[in-house]
């Protein structure tokens, strides 16, 4: 990565139709016993074009899974939007909604709860085949074997069950499954937080073939901020249920223009002095506080209560997520950069 | 679907597969079976006792009857001159398989005809209320779980109200209804003084108990990743109650099996012997031991007979129920292996 590259205009947006599109999405759970909801996302809006990928990265707890979750409508919305390939998906009756599915599919974060243990693997895998009735017990047969071969699992592995086999294996199996019903969008939530370091390249290159092979989109959810820039065009960095920062990848880690971002990539342990790719050394820069609970945010802006950069302003008024003169967007009064 | 195992591929023991050969290895467990299988032949063998060896059946009585015993012909009953009963003494055990083996009750009938035949009204009882009571609470368990929302609360509070009342004073309430009018529902009638009777009323009773441990496990089953991916995949909820909820559950319902029918049994004797259960002439244990009950203090075998048959099932379906939990425990078994 050149410099010059962090100031290209609207280097952000990915050529490409718009595939996903989520808007003023809200998804809030009501607190038992108390009258206040649990903002999980509180007006969330993004895009994701087809062919791109989309890392969402934040703490635990940010709502990024929720997120996830609505953007293929597995959770009811409670407002906002999400049109799928020009539909407006947040309406549609379940009957219709079933029609919908087999094109956008999510990946689990614990390959040990994404398979039903009372069920073979080559069953697991035919199970969408057999919903949207692919074909005669052969044709299902045999593409669950390409299914399989495709992930880089062998074919005497199909009668298996999930507890024979490895953590990447599963994980594989729940990509397998994903992929038969041929999606065009794959929403991954935390797909390799579950595995070993050295199964997770694997894993994060398999995501990344599959994706060249098959042209998909993905929507890459992680904690992780090296995994999601191994793997992401843009970033979307979340904080208590909003996007604090939304920008190219390499623009984003070159230089964070949301403090909260600044913080997050200063947390990333470098292998060398801080200099990896040509970037300025970085100051650790250490949040205080703990994250306020999204059922009792802050007002104005809701990192405020942690942000070193504070001022008057940002109790008063939430900050918009708005568009940069470099095409990036950020949600701060006082962005680092532009 | 079960997939035809591709050649070469080692096919792994399947979870009942497993199950089974735990059982077959479980020693009390055999003999619990062992026993329970001498029972029931012995009751499906009570009309070749009564038509070729004892010469009478259970309903026959014999009042002013003669039997052999030693050579010497005796009356069947001969008037008493003290104690309880109608009085008579009928004729106690001769331990002659041909002449009234456990002798003969108040009537002059043959005890151990009547013990063979009662034993088959009380196991059929048992087994099919313990049978329809688990398929009744696994319908009613998973739907609710599954459902959630208002339907569950509805049928919770259903549940809970059957579960409030002491079980004994509910069966002999329902029973008193029942046994005078019969059942009329719908198209379905159940004369007065059939054995359906009994065991709908013993089913209806326990079903709480088999409804809400299973709701319960669906609550949990529900929010697993694999029934979310059978969600995202499209899959219609009757077939994702089929194929990923139901597997996981009938286990379970299965282990309630031998225990439901003991605890049937046992509600069966104690309402016949109430006289609210088994309608005469029919016999069952609980009726046998009724019947002896004016003949404790002369002749207690026909009380202690009964009693001791029911005391050794019940115990043989307790350990033979313990074996097959044991062996089905679907936590102990599919944590295993990573």
Same mark, same amino acid.
């Given at each position: ?338 | ?5 591709? $050649? ?22 055999? $003999? ?23 010469? /009478? ?89 599954? $459902? ?31 046994? /005078? ?21 013993? $089913? ?109 099932? /019940? ?24």
């Amino acid at each position: 990565m050149t410099p010059q590259e962090s100031v290209t205009v609207d280097e952000a947006a990915p050529p490409g139709e718009v595939l996903l599109r989520a808007t003023d999405l809200t998804k809030h759970y009501p607190v038992r016993g108390r009258r206040q909801v649990l903002r999980a996302v509180d007006g969330v809006s993004l895009e994701v074009r087809g062919g791109e990928t989309l890392g969402v990265v934040g703490e635990s707890g940010c709502g990024k899974s929720t997120l996830g979750r609505c953007l293929v409508r597995l959770t009811e919305l409670t407002g906002g939007r999400v049109e799928f390939d020009g539909q407006d998906i947040s309406t549609l009756s379940n009957r219709r909604l079933r029609r919908v599915r087999p094109g956008m599919q999510l990946v689990f974060q614990d390959p040990q709860a994404s398979l039903n243990p009372r069920r073979r693997a080559g069953d697991i895998v035919a199970e969408p085949l057999l919903v949207h009735r692919y074909g005669d017990k052969h044709a299902v047969r045999r593409k669950v074997g390409e299914l399989f071969d495709v992930v880089g699992l062998a074919a005497a592995h199909l009668d298996r069950y999930p507890h024979e086999f490895s953590g990447g294996q599963r994980q594989r199996i729940g990509i397998a499954r994903a992929l038969a019903t041929n999606p065009k969008l794959v929403v991954a939530d935390e797909p390799v937080s579950a595995l070993d370091v050295s199964i997770q390249a694997q894993v994060l290159n398999l995501f990344a073939d599959l994706q060249e092979e098959f042209g998909l989109t993905y929507v890459f959810i992680a904690h992780d901020l090296g995994v999601v820039r191994h793997v992401s065009d843009r970033i979307a960095v979340m904080y208590l249920g909003g996007i604090v920062e939304l920008a190219g990848t390499d623009a984003l880690y070159a230089q964070p223009a949301h403090p909260y971002t600044q913080a997050l990539l200063s947390a990333v342990p470098d292998i060398d002095d801080g200099t990896v790719g040509g970037e300025r050394p970085r100051e650790r820069i250490v949040l205080t506080g703990e994250v306020p609970s999204p059922a009792d945010k802050p007002t104005g802006c809701p990192f405020r209560t942690r942000c070193p950069y504070v001022q008057e302003l940002c109790a008063v008024e939430r900050p918009p997520l708005t568009m940069t003169a470099s095409g990036r967007h950020v949600a701060c009064h006082y962005p680092l950069a532009g | 679907m079960t997939l035809a195992p591709s $050649a070469g591929a080692r096919r792994s023991p399947g979870p009942w597969r497993t199950a089974a050969g735990d059982l077959l290895r479980n020693r009390s467990a055999l $003999a619990s079976a062992a026993v329970l299988l001498l029972v029931v032949l012995a009751t499906v063998c009570a009309p070749l006792y009564a038509d070729h060896i004892a010469h /009478t059946d259970p309903f026959q009585s014999h009042v002013s009857g003669t039997t052999v015993v030693d050579g010497k012909t005796v009356p069947v009953l001969t008037p008493s001159s003290t104690g309880l009963g109608l009085g008579v003494t009928p004729i106690g055990p001769t331990w002659d398989p041909a002449h009234y083996f456990l002798g003969a009750d108040n009537q002059g009938r043959d005890v151990m005809a009547r013990l063979l035949y009662g034993g088959r009204t009380s196991l059929f009882i048992g087994f099919t209320a313990a049978l329809l009571t688990c398929v009744l609470g696994t319908a009613v368990g998973v739907v609710a779980g599954y $459902a959630g929302g208002v339907l569950d609360a509805v049928i919770s509070r259903v549940l809970d109200v059957i579960w409030a009342f002491p079980v004994y004073l509910l069966a002999i309430c329902l029973s008193v209804v029942l046994l /005078t009018n019969g059942l009329k529902l719908g198209p379905l009638t159940v004369d007065a003084g059939s054995l359906w009777l009994p065991v709908a009323i013993i $089913a209806a009773i326990y079903v709480p108990y088999i409804a809400r441990p299973l709701r319960g496990q669906v609550l949990v089953l529900r929010n697993k990743e694999y029934i979310q991916a059978a969600v995202g995949s499209g899959a219609p909820t009757p077939r994702i109650l089929r194929r990923e909820v139901l597997p996981n559950v009938v286990p379970t319902a299965l282990v309630f099996v031998p225990l439901m029918t003991a605890l049937a049994m046992l509600t069966e004797s104690a309402l016949s012997f109430l006289s609210v259960g088994v309608q005469p002439p029919d016999a069952s244990w609980g009726t046998i031991i009724e019947d002896g009950l004016g003949l404790l203090y002369t002749r207690p075998a026909v009380t202690i007979a009964p009693g001791l048959l029911i005391a050794l099932t /019940t115990a043989a379906l307790n350990v033979l129920g313990d074996g097959v939990r044991d062996a089905l425990d679907p936590g102990a078994r599919l944590r295993g292996g990573v």
